[in-house]
């Protein structure tokens, strides 16, 4: 049968053909509906784990137990997952055990431009790279398979165009394998005796999955009638395709170990070899490593952000771009901004009122940092916000009381350690936990705190409150984010207390479907407006301006009444 | 022969369900399909754009400068930011719908005068009544469909085509409501 399909419900997709057992993530665009898809089948095992890190782990206990498993996470989770990954490289494992990482060339929705390919090699772990939404599906069920033919976790390297474009897929049935736990503690105990040997298997396996490279399906050569030959990989390939259907082409599917005599042989039948690969000189740098030289990489083709088929054709064919610049004047840029509706605006308004210096973190509320807010100061990582706060607090010379912002998803993942280390070091900071009740970015995840799982069914709910008072900190409030001045004394109060402090702003996403509400919206009595634009400044997309006229457009009002708490002049009304 | 829909709008209004109808109904037809969405961030009230292709064999998901066939906007500043996209022989579907950017709200930059704009331009566009849809059936949740309706006349499938698509798409409960936006949509 054939389908459209995501490149993520792909991989999903082929996971369950392969009777992959237990799948445990943390959301991440663009890895995200990977794990969602997969919590559609109900004969296997899925779940939202705290961060990436517990992820892994509970894929490899299940690998190690004999089932196939799966984690998936975005690329800067990899980093979060590093330190079971760089060891489990040396355990290997028992059945299956395939990372799912979603690289984001042009940072569509992330904080770097990282390769993940990078990060396997220095673990020598080998990676598959699929291209589309029919090479997820098939290479997924290939990863798992030379995850066992090897000892060896594999990671499944997917891109935001392969992650989130849809094509056809053909699906097949589901297959079956024999699973079975043995104890063997040499091979997963890793304390040093055993680790080192573990060493040396580690180098071993390199070399035959090296070998293994030069003849694996997932590596072929199309043949063409150019005069050049052009080695690529994942969604480079489809640009290729794209530009040069005609072209002499190594597709690499198995890009960790790259195939040594595959590449020589086919480089040495060209005067001139193009690579062609997004990020990083991955390919490339292991080419020119063997002596190669007529190949041209970085030299012509950029480093950063996408590739795309017109810049293939101009690079190489040298055909100038699509350029055709019909406008003449710039356009107001449109940048992504809070929700209608959305409780983190009442807090960033007032934080702006306070003043105060504020680290931010990653989720919706990082757009704190945009006009006409400008809340936020910083944007790391994850779970960033607490520990900097400490780190801005301990480098001032007056103990500066400063403020981190963060959300509840992103308090559990890594927010709570920052805190921990925060009230051991007698910190002076206040958190405020922006708690929407959902993982708000990604699209609506479950998490510990929300009380349901991926299959939203109930569960215990991790209350935050109790958790910041058991980690030591003795002034937890919960605010409410609507409520604009009180919420400015309580931040200025908490800001002139000693110690950690945690406001809890508490209001639920107004998108989240079990949080909907009857819709009491707001109208401007023009009669009454006397056009101060107070209301203008809390930044939200449904009020406007037009030509001096106010205006809330009724189709995009989420009814949480800020605007007219903001309103002077009572111009703002519920309308019946 | 391969044609190229650039569906384009501010997150949150239906994008992505539209280009999957889309996508959906052509396969069903036989084509090859591909269909790059966006996801994450630019959804939260930014600028949006899905690119929906087929044809008999599709490689590349991406559409690039002159190689739309049509551009679908549901917002009218949209529309006018992506029109270096369409070929110079396509077609700009353009719902007469603003929502002005938090540039313009905050009094930063002005929301252009976008008719007048596309007039001094040699290109084709049609400008739709969404809006008209939506107060109708008393549901902002429908734009999308009713711009499915407008834009099927484009093509020789059946009706039953599309119906059986959208019913593939759409939940069991929402499916009439989103049958009547359709229907009105082709109307317009
Ligand atoms: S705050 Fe009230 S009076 Fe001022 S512009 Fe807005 S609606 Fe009019
Ligand atoms: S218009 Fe007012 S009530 Fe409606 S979502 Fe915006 S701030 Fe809230």
């Known amino acids: ?432 936990i922006l708690d929407n009740s959902t993982t708000g970015m990604t699209g609506h995840q479950e998490h510990p705190a929300t009380g349901f799982t991926i299959k939203n069914e109930p569960t215990y709910m991790l209350n935050i409150v109790e958790l910041c008072k058991t980690v030591g900190v003795d002034n937890v409030d919960v605010i409410d984010p609507y409520n604009i001045n009180e919420n400015v004394e309580k931040i200025k109060k908490s800001l002139e207390t000693k110690g950690v402090s945690v406001l809890i702003a508490k209001a639920p996403c107004r998108l989240h479907k079990r949080f909907r509400i009857d819709k009491k919206i707001r109208q401007v009595d023009n009669k009454k407006c006397k056009n101060c634009k107070m209301c203008l400044s809390i930044g939200c997309p449904a009020i406007s301006n037009k030509d001096g006229i106010i205006k809330i457009d009724e189709n995009l009002c989420f009814s949480c009444g800020l605007c007219q708490s903001v309103c002077k002049f009572g111009a703002i009304i519920t309308k019946e | 022969m391969t044609k190229s829909i650039l569906v384009v709008g501010v997150g949150g209004q239906g994008n992505l369900l539209l280009s999957r109808i889309l996508g959906d109904v052509f396969l069903s037809k036989g084509f090859d399909v591909k269909i790059s969405e966006v996801h994450g961030m630019a959804q939260r009230g930014g600028s949006v754009v899905t690119y929906v292709k087929f044809g008999e064999k599709i490689y590349s998901p991406l559409i690039e400068k002159n190689e739309a066939d049509f551009i679908l906007a549901f917002e009218k500043l949209e529309g006018l930011r992506w029109i270096d996209y369409l070929k110079d022989d396509g077609v700009l579907i353009l719902n007469d719908y603003e929502i002005p950017p938090m540039s313009v709200i905050s009094g930063i930059s002005k929301y252009p005068d976008v008719i007048s704009i596309l007039e001094k331009q040699n290109l084709n566009y049609k400008l739709v009544d969404l809006n008209s849809v939506v107060n109708k059936l008393n549901s902002s949740r429908v734009m999308n469909i009713a711009l499915l309706g407008y834009f099927s006349k484009y093509f020789d499938f059946s009706e039953q085509d599309w119906i059986d698509a959208i019913k593939r798409n759409i939940k069991e409960k929402f499916i009439d409501i989103n049958l009547k936006a359709f229907s009105f949509g082709k109307e317009l």
């Open chain 1, 1 to 432: 049968m054939k389908k459209l399909m995501l490149g993520n419900e792909a991989v999903a997709r082929g996971c369950y053909e392969a009777s992959v057992k237990v799948v445990s993530s943390y959301p991440g665009t663009p890895s995200t509906e990977i794990t969602e898809y997969i919590a559609k089948y109900d004969d296997i095992y899925s779940e939202w784990a705290p961060n990436e890190k517990v992820a892994l782990e509970v894929a490899i206990g299940a690998s190690i137990y004999g089932k196939r498993a799966l984690s998936c996470m975005k690329h800067v989770g990899l980093n979060v997952a590093a330190d079971p990954l760089f060891t489990v490289s040396y355990t290997g494992i028992n059945k299956g055990l395939v990372l799912a990482v979603a690289d984001d060339p042009g940072m569509h929705s992330s904080q770097n431009e990282q390769d993940t390919r990078m990060i396997a090699k220095a673990a020598k772990v080998p990676i598959v790279e699929p291209s589309d939404s029919d090479e997820c599906r098939r290479f997924v069920k290939f990863a798992f398979k030379l995850s066992e033919m090897y000892d060896t976790p594999v990671i499944l390297r997917l891109t935001t165009r392969v992650s989130h474009s849809q094509s056809i897929v053909e699906l097949e049935d589901r297959e079956d394998y024999q699973s079975e736990y043995i104890k063997d503690i040499s091979k997963y105990v890793m304390m040093p005796a055993m680790a080192r040997k573990r060493h040396i298997f580690v180098e071993e396996r390199e070399k035959l999955l090296s070998e293994f490279a030069n003849n694996c399906e997932l590596n072929r050569i199309e043949k063409g009638d150019t005069s050049f030959g052009i080695i690529t990989s994942g969604i480079s390939y489809q640009y290729v395709k794209e530009a040069i259907p005609n072209a002499w082409i190594l597709k690499l599917g198995l890009v960790n170990p790259l195939p040594q005599k595959l590449i020589k042989d086919f480089c040495n039948k060209f005067e001139k070899v193009y690579i062609i690969e997004e990020l990083d000189p991955f390919i490339e740098n292991y080419v020119r490593s063997l002596g190669i030289t007529n190949v041209h990489g970085k030299d012509i083709f950029p480093l950063c952000g996408e590739y795309s088929a017109q810049l293939i054709k101009k690079v190489i064919l040298g055909v100038e771009d699509n350029k055709c610049d019909k406008l003449s004047i710039e356009l107001p840029i449109r940048t992504p901004v809070l929700c209608p509706g959305c409780p983190h605006r009442g807090i960033f308004y007032a934080i702006k009122k306070v003043g105060t210096i504020t680290t931010g973190d990653i989720g919706c509320y990082t757009l704190g940092a945009l006009k006409p807010f400008e809340a936020i100061d910083t944007c790391v990582c994850m779970g960033a916000s607490i520990g900097m706060a400490h780190g801005i607090n301990k480098a001032s010379d007056n103990n500066e009381k400063a403020v981190a912002v963060i959300g509840d998803s992103t308090f559990i993942h890594s927010g709570i350690t920052g805190l921990i280390n925060a009230v051991y070091n007698k910190s002076n900071l206040l958190l405020i």
